[in-house]
Every structure is written in C-alpha cells, then in structure tokens.
C-alpha cells in the first residue's frame, strides 16, 4: 500500500486492491494487430496460480507416495475420498474408460487446485499485500498486489480456454479429424447443405458461450467475495474509542467470521462446478451427434 494509506478513503482502499502487479513487456507488434493487449501480465495472478498448483500436485504426490493398503490415515482418507468422488461423477459423464485414466486425474487436479487458488480469499485482506508493500517498491515494483488467482479474468478464462482445448482434442482423437469437422456442419439441425453454414455458426456459437460462461462464472463468485471481504475489512478500519468505533470494530469481527465461514462452502462449490462442467464438456467430446 502507499504510504499514505491511513487518509485513504474507502473508495481509494478498495481501488487500490482492486489493481494487480503487472508487467508490461512492450510487444508493439502485438498491440498494433489485436484488440486485446497481450503485452500486459498479471504477475500477481501468475505467480500465485502457478505456487498454488506445484503445492497442489505436491499435495497429491505425498498421499500417492504414502498410500497404504493398511487402515489409511486421515490425510490418505480424505485423498482417496477425494479421489472416488471425482472418479465416481466422471464414470457418469466419461463413458470411455481409456479416456477416464487421463481424464479423471485431471479432474482431480483441476479441484484441487482451483481450491487452493479459491482459498487465498481467506487469507486476511491485507497481510500478504502489506508484505509487499515493504519489499515490492524496494525491488523496483509497484506497490500493488492480488492474491486471489480466480477474482482475475485472465486466469479463470485461461483455465476455461484450456479445458476447450482439452475437448477439441478429445474430439478429433474420438471422432477422427474428418468425423468431427462433418459433425460441425451436420448438427444440431441436421445433415443436409443448406443448414450447414447455420450448423456451423450454431456449434461455434456454443464452443464460445460453454468457454466464456465457463470462466466467468468462477471470476465473478470469486470477485464478488473478495469485495465483500474488503467491505468488511473497512468496518475494521474504522476502529476508534467511541461508540461508533467499538461497533465497526465488533461488526468486522462477527461479520468477518459469519462470511469467512459461509465462503468456505462458497470456494468448495465452485471448485467442484468447475471441476464438474470441464468432466461435462469432455464428456460431451466424446458424444456423436
């Protein structure tokens, strides 16, 4: 934060964390040809997401090393719990059980981490970014920093974009290059020439609308939460020896706790909805039409 945080007004706090650590790498040809700029990284976004996921396969690794056949402690208990609810649902969804051996790990790696990632929205609004504020601008950066990976855009439609991928793959390897680009002309409405440019557009009409409703919907629960969080953390901030004072302070606790609380179901869900809609979009690669 600044160093004039203490006259912040609420909209400046709020403003203030709202702006990522970023990096401008200058690709003048880039801006020149596209309408998004791409020159620009989150570094935040970046480095948090990409932590989060090496501790999150670190996670998995260390309960596949310490498996037992034996009665499994509590951390191996809850992995393989984990693990069966994610096989269970993708036996549902993935009717190709050679598909499943990859698809149903990725799943799980998919929960996971978009948990870990979910769960820095717990951390205390302004730890890790008054951290930074004491070592960031003494390294040459500015002075801002988000720790929530999926309340930034660009993370949660790369996610989104990669699990298309996932699928356009499964498509071709299931259906075979030719069997797929036919299936993009003859469906939904049917085989026959004058429909195809209709068919076509309908089936990249919903390739976009499952890819961007799929990020958005992650990025705006997580958002939403992390401004309620800021909210709260500003009834802190106006702690003061009076009667007013004592009762933001007394609010921001009960508050904070009553939130933390219901957001831990909140992170949960939309890990497992994420999780569910990449086993459903996968699963559906490997339906004919």
Same mark, same amino acid.
């Given at each position: 934060?600044?160093?004039?945080?203490?006259? #912040?007004?609420?909209?400046?706090?709020?403003?203030?964390?709202?702006?990522?650590?970023?990096?401008?790498?200058?690709?003048?040809?880039?801006?020149?040809?596209?309408?998004?700029?791409?020159?620009?990284?989150?570094?935040?976004? &970046?480095?948090?997401?990409?932590?989060?996921?090496?501790?999150?396969?670190?996670?998995?690794?260390?309960?596949?090393?310490? *498996?037992?056949?034996?009665?499994?402690?509590r951390f191996q208990a809850?992995?393989?719990?984990?693990?069966?609810?994610?096989?269970?649902?993708? =036996?549902?969804?993935?009717?190709?059980?050679?598909?499943? =051996?990859?698809?149903?790990?990725?799943?799980?790696?998919?929960?996971?981490?978009?948990?870990? #990632?979910?769960?820095?929205? #717990? %951390?205390?609004?302004?730890?890790?970014?008054?951290?930074?504020?004491?070592?960031?601008?003494?390294?040459?950066? =500015?002075?801002?920093?988000?720790?929530?990976?999926?309340?930034?855009?660009?993370?949660?439609?790369?996610?989104?974009?990669?699990?298309?991928?996932?699928?356009? &793959?499964?498509? %071709?390897?299931? =259906?075979? +290059?030719?069997?797929? *680009?036919?299936?993009?002309?003859?469906?939904?409405?049917?085989?026959?020439? *004058?429909?195809?440019?209709?068919?076509?557009?309908?089936?990249?009409?919903?390739?976009?609308?499952?890819? &961007?409703?799929?990020?958005?919907r992650l990025f705006g629960?997580?958002?939403?939460?992390?401004?309620?969080?800021?909210?709260?953390?500003? #009834?802190?901030?106006?702690?003061?020896?009076?009667?007013?004072? &004592?009762? +933001?302070?007394?609010?921001?606790?009960?508050?904070?706790?009553?939130?933390?609380?219901?957001?831990?179901?909140?992170?949960?869900?939309?890990?497992?909805?994420f999780m569910m809609l990449?086993?459903?979009?996968?699963?559906? *690669?490997?339906?004919?039409?």
């Amino acid at each position: 934060m600044s160093s004039d945080q203490n006259v #912040m007004t609420a909209g400046e706090y709020i403003q203030h964390h709202l702006q990522h650590l970023q990096k401008n790498f200058d690709f003048e040809s880039v801006k020149q040809t596209s309408i998004v700029d791409f020159s620009i990284f989150n570094l935040d976004s &970046v480095f948090f997401s990409a932590l989060l996921g090496v501790v999150g396969c670190l996670i998995l690794w260390s309960a596949a090393r310490k *498996a037992t056949s034996g009665v499994p402690g509590r951390f191996q208990a809850a992995v393989e719990i984990m693990s069966e609810m994610v096989e269970n649902q993708a =036996k549902g969804v993935v009717h190709n059980p050679v598909s499943r =051996k990859l698809i149903s790990p990725l799943a799980l790696t998919v929960f996971v981490w978009i948990f870990l #990632m979910n769960a820095m929205d #717990m %951390i205390p609004v302004d730890l890790i970014p008054g951290i930074w504020h004491a070592v960031g601008p003494s390294l040459g950066f =500015k002075d801002y920093m988000r720790v929530v990976p999926t309340a930034d855009l660009s993370t949660t439609l790369g996610l989104s974009c990669s699990v298309l991928l996932i699928c356009l &793959v499964y498509n %071709i390897k299931i =259906k075979g +290059l030719g069997g797929w *680009a036919h299936e993009l002309i003859a469906a939904p409405f049917g085989n026959h020439w *004058a429909l195809y440019p209709v068919n076509l557009l309908m089936q990249l009409i919903e390739y976009l609308a499952k890819t &961007v409703s799929h990020g958005m919907r992650l990025f705006g629960n997580m958002f939403a939460g992390e401004l309620v969080f800021m909210l709260i953390a500003l #009834m802190g901030g106006g702690w003061a020896l009076s009667v007013t004072g &004592v009762g +933001l302070a007394i609010g921001h606790v009960i508050a904070g706790t009553v939130w933390t609380l219901f957001h831990i179901l909140v992170i949960t869900l939309q890990a497992f909805i994420f999780m569910m809609l990449t086993l459903i979009y996968t699963g559906q *690669a490997h339906d004919a039409h």
